[in-house]
């Protein structure tokens, strides 16, 4: 892991996260971002950054403790994939819940498009 060409906020963000190794040293996202100087919103968009375009083993923990940490054994990394799989889920039941529930409304957001497209 280098910490080359990271960002002001995802060093910062890093340096606390780094802190808490392993699961049982989780650290909340209120306390990343005070600690930290950013907003949560921040917080969560360097965290996704720092996983995503740096290969950085930072997992969350939905359960007490709750929070952020570097994952440090297999079973935390099992866990923290486990948890993704289980939002990725969620959030596609709402996906087609929504889509159910629309499809009046993109059948007639179609019609209009192709009656656009067609003069």
């Known amino acids: ?25 989780a650290i909340g ?3 990343v971002a005070a600690t930290a100087g950013l907003t949560e919103r921040v917080v969560q968009i360097a965290v ?3 996983i995503e375009e740096y290969g950085m083993p930072i997992g ?4 007490k403790p709750m929070g952020y940490f570097l ?10 994939v486990t948890q993704l799989v289980h939002r990725v889920r ?4 709402r996906i087609a819940a929504l889509k159910k529930s629309t499809g009046p409304l993109v059948l ?4 209009i498009e192709w009656e ?3 003069a």
Request: overall charge negative.
């Open 71 to 80: 994952i440090e054994t297999e079973e935390e990394l099992a866990e923290a």
């Open 108 to 111: 007639q957001q179609l019609e």
């Open 48 to 50: 996704a950054h720092l």
């Open 1 to 25: 892991m280098t910490i080359s060409g990271l960002t002001p906020d995802e060093l910062a963000v890093w340096i606390v996260v780094n802190r808490h190794r392993g699961r049982r040293q």
């Open 116 to 118: 656009q497209g067609a």
């Open 90 to 93: 969620a959030l596609v039941r």
């Open 60 to 63: 969350s923990a939905v359960k």
């Open 29 to 31: 996202l209120d306390a």
